[in-house]
Nanobody, 126 residues
Framework: QDQLVESGGGSVQAGGSLRLSCVAS????????MGWFRQAPGKEREGVAV????????YYADFVKGRFTISQDNAKNTVYLQMNSLKPEDTAMYYC???????????????????WGQGTQVTVSS
């Protein structure tokens, strides 16, 4: 059974850091892209960062460039999101996602992703 399990969320003050982890299990060999999305109350789910499993190539949303870094450890089937210089507007539920079958949609479109984790809450206070 394909599964993604996130961890590492929490509450921090503005300017602080957190590192999220996402462990994949099941048919991990078929994963092409893995990444992070977030959703704040009353807002749509938005792409944060993704990484291509085979090459380590990445995409980032403009609003996290220079602050967040996505990385992977293929031996552990794990993707990380290092979040620095956190802002109150980064407060959201963060979801891990995996793309096994490309549909041609942009990387930041949630419909491109086939498997989702349960989410981990990140709260940044001012």
């Amino acid at each position: 059974q394909d599964q993604l399990v996130e961890s590492g969320g929490g509450s921090v003050q503005a300017g602080g850091s957190l590192r999220l982890s996402c462990v994949a299990s099941g048919y991990t060999y078929s994963i092409k892209w893995m990444g992070w999305f977030r959703q704040a109350p009353g807002k749509e789910r938005e792409g944060v960062a993704v990484i291509y499993s085979a090459t380590g190539g990445t995409y980032y949303a403009d609003f996290v460039k220079g602050r967040f870094t996505i990385s992977q450890d293929n031996a552990k089937n794990t993707v990380y999101l290092q979040m620095n210089s956190l802002k109150p507007e980064d407060t959201a539920m963060y979801y891990c996602a995996a793309d096994r079958v490309s549909t041609g949609r942009p990387w930041y479109d949630p419909r491109e992703y086939n498997t989702w984790g349960q989410g981990t809450q990140v709260t940044v206070s001012s």
